[in-house]
């Protein structure tokens, strides 16, 4: 089929490029230039394993192109997915501005009936709003239907949850729409939820939620283990064998961060708000998430007192493995409580320094070499358990530290192993581990 992405960011860049491998005939836009140059030349913006060999395999074979012409983009789509930011506004509201320009644009544009699919996250109701826009302002002639269909995509995994993903969900009162959208998917085996457009918007807000409320659930948990002296790791594989509660979303840490899971949990509760509804539960797990970010910070003082003039090891900028994205990471408060402290730091990540750079400037030193970052820290704070972190050799820290201290934001290693070495390990919802050490290396 003719399928045009509009919004050639990570989600709508995943979604182009893998329905250009299904076989469809795909054109993904957007209206920076910049971005749509390097797309042609087979470059992916973002960092996504398995994205750019599949981008160059499917511009090579004709099946895929880039745009920043709306009309080329609309003119002769079937079906467009519409994939553009929902940013959060001051409010916590989704700003739907770049979605109704694609709405206006579309009604411009279009030459033939089309099927319009909205990925972007949007608020209850959004989809109807789209339709209402496309409905004034498309030629009389022509027909256009909306379907409310979520991505689940994780980031760092998006191209493997777009093929082999749990659900896909396909919201729309015309069921013509609604096999159309589901012969796309259906080689991809997955099952299909077909339901109303509004349901559908809703399952995406309450599934990050949701997912949202289980980490800082998780979170309050390993607090309260750490005070009565229990280990989070015990008690999590003890719960998560439940088959009711599950084994996934259950690690204690210092929160979540991303494009999703902040603003999706604000917009929630502000859309609940706007219905007379005070979603406190969720108000509850967006504080327990914005305290959790601060604790390493909280914990290095506890420890050792002023951070004033301490050098300090930032291990990992991402807000999670496996991705360059450093929106809502929980690095990018602890580097701000930090310098409030005084503290001198120098972070370490192996892929997402150039974002961070964007955010943090020259407030702070960067590292590609774990060793530097840690060589003469008073203390070392691990911010994402990159596995680059998780196989670094425990001896590491004594080695080059002027202190081996270590505040584990992620409990990338096990207590089992930190106990073999000299150095005090402070972790989430774990005991305390001091050993006693005496430096014998001066690097
Ligand atoms: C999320 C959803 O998983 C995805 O379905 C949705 O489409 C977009 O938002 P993403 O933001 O890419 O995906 O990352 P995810 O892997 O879900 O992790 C989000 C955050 O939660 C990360 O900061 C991660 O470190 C944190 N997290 C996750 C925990 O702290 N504990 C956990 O057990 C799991």
């Not at 596995?387 to 425990?394: A, D, G, P, R, Y």
């Amino acid at each position: 089929m003719n399928i045009t992405v509009a919004g050639s960011g990570y989600v709508g860049l995943v979604t182009g490029v893998c329905l250009a491998e299904l076989g469809h005939r795909v054109i993904c836009s957007d209206i920076q230039e910049e971005k749509i140059a390097m797309l042609q030349s087979g470059r992916s913006p973002i960092y996504e394993p398995g994205l750019e060999d599949l981008l160059e395999k499917n511009l090579q074979c004709g099946n895929l192109h880039f745009t920043t012409n709306p009309q080329y983009a609309y003119e002769d789509a079937e079906i467009i997915f519409i994939a553009v930011g929902t940013p959060e506004q001051q409010d916590g509201t989704a700003n739907l501005t770049y979605v109704c320009e694609v709405a206006h644009s579309i009604a411009h544009f279009m030459k033939h009936d089309v099927i319009i699919c909205t990925k972007s996250t949007v608020p209850v109701g959004t989809n109807d709003q789209i339709a209402e826009i496309i409905q004034r302002q498309k030629p009389v002639n022509l027909h256009a239907e909306v379907v409310a269909n979520p991505e689940f995509l994780r980031e760092g995994s998006a191209v493997v949850d777009f093929f082999y993903g749990d659900r896909i969900v396909i919201g729309t009162n015309c069921s013509k729409a609604a096999t159309t959208i589901e012969q796309i998917y259906l080689p991809l085996g997955i099952p299909i939820i077909k339901t109303d457009i509004k349901s559908a918007e809703m399952i995406k807000y309450a599934a990050n939620a949701f997912l949202a409320t289980k980490i800082s659930f998780i979170n309050e948990i390993a607090t309260i283990c750490e005070k009565v002296g229990a280990n989070i790791d015990e008690v999590t594989k003890g719960i998560g064998k439940d088959e009711r509660i599950g084994p996934y979303f259950l690690q204690a840490g210092i929160g979540y961060g991303g494009s999703c899971f902040p603003k999706d949990t604000k917009a929630l509760v502000q859309l609940a708000g706007n219905m007379q509804h005070s979603f406190d539960l969720l108000q509850a797990v967006i504080e327990v998430n914005t305290r959790q970010a601060s604790l390493p910070v909280v914990k290095a003082k506890e420890l050792i007192g002023s951070l004033k003039g301490k050098k300090v090891a930032l291990l990992g900028l991402s807000f999670k493995p496996n991705t360059d994205d450093v929106r809502e990471a929980a690095s990018l408060v602890i580097v701000k409580e930090l310098l409030k402290e005084g503290a001198i730091i120098t972070a370490y990540d192996p892929i997402a320094i150039p974002n961070a750079q964007h955010v943090l400037g020259n407030t702070i030193e960067y590292t590609q070499d774990i060793r530097l970052a840690l060589l003469h820290a008073d203390v070392a704070i691990i911010a994402t358990e990159w596995e680059e972190i998780k196989q670094l050799s425990l001896d590491s820290y004594e080695l080059y530290m002027k202190n081996p201290i270590v505040i584990d934001g992620r409990n990338c290693y096990s207590l089992k192993e930190i106990r073999k070495h000299p150095m005090t390990y402070i972790s989430i919802g774990r005991p305390i581990v001091i050993n006693e050490y005496k430096k014998s290396t001066t690097y």
